[in-house]
């Protein structure tokens, strides 16, 4: 399976714009980028996900690189509930199972 | 809609008995997944159904775990001779089964087991 790299913490000021990133260098054409994360004492959340172009939805928005080697999670707008573990997954057509790794731990500072 | 839910939500038990866990997935998902989560790690894999069978048991960790979805709604994951090593939060998932590489897993809370 493809692996995934992300910094293991990062903090952000509230109401500020936070970027989550995600190195994927061995992603195949068919790989797509999922986001999962998961809340202080809960089951992960699904966040976001994308093959090539760029995705926005109401939660955040995915900037996908060109050569797909990398991404970036965009929260446009921390609010304390955003302190999670972010989790950057590839996912692949007949590879049903999240491969998680031990994403990133968002610190949202008041 | 309903969630995923999982019961109980925690349970200790004593090293060598046999433990159930339920998860009740999303009405109409029918994929189910059972994952562990060690404390510190992300979510490992254990078991993936595709109605009411399973699909890919690679991560079940030997044969003292087990899982069946006998009628491809409701499922149980029972560990025999717990030992404290099991002792994790065990988290279920159901997904709707959309094209590969698209579908979305919605996770329950989680059941914390505690091996003593």
């Known amino acids: 399976d493809a692996k995934t790299t992300q910094p293991n913490s990062m903090e952000s000021n509230e109401e500020e714009p936070v970027h989550l990133p995600c190195n994927h260098s061995?992603?195949?054409?068919?790989?797509?980028i999922h986001w999962y994360r998961q809340l202080p004492s809960q089951g992960p959340e699904y966040v976001i996900h994308?093959?090539?172009s760029n995705v926005n939805n109401r939660m955040a928005s995915l900037a996908i690189a060109e050569d797909r080697k990398s991404s970036t999670l965009i929260l446009h707008r921390a609010t304390l509930r955003d302190a999670a573990v972010y989790y950057c997954?590839?996912?692949?057509?007949?590879?049903?199972?999240?491969?998680f790794g031990t994403g990133t731990r968002l610190t949202i500072i008041p | 809609g309903a969630g995923v839910s999982q019961t109980p939500s925690n349970k200790v038990t004593e090293k060598g008995k046999y433990v159930e866990l339920r998860c009740d997935p999303i009405?109409?998902?029918?994929?189910l997944y059972w994952y562990r989560q060690s404390l510190g790690q992300g979510p490992e894999f254990l078991i993936y159904?595709?109605?009411?069978?399973?699909?890919?048991d690679s991560g079940l960790p030997n044969d003292r775990f087990f899982a069946v979805r006998p009628e491809g709604s409701v499922s149980t994951l029972k560990i025999q001779r717990t030992e404290r090593g099991d002792s994790a939060v065990y988290l279920c998932?159901?997904?709707?089964?959309?094209?590969?590489?698209?579908?979305?897993?919605?996770f329950g809370p989680g059941t914390r087991l505690t091996v003593l």
């Open positions: 998932a159901s997904s709707p089964q959309l094209a590969g590489g698209t579908d979305t897993q919605y």
């Open positions: 061995t992603i195949s054409g068919t790989d797509y």
């Open positions: 994308g093959l090539t």
């Open positions: 997954i590839l996912c692949n057509f007949g590879n049903e199972k999240l491969t």
């Open positions: 009405s109409g998902h029918t994929a």
């Open positions: 159904f595709q109605g009411t069978g399973a699909a890919d």
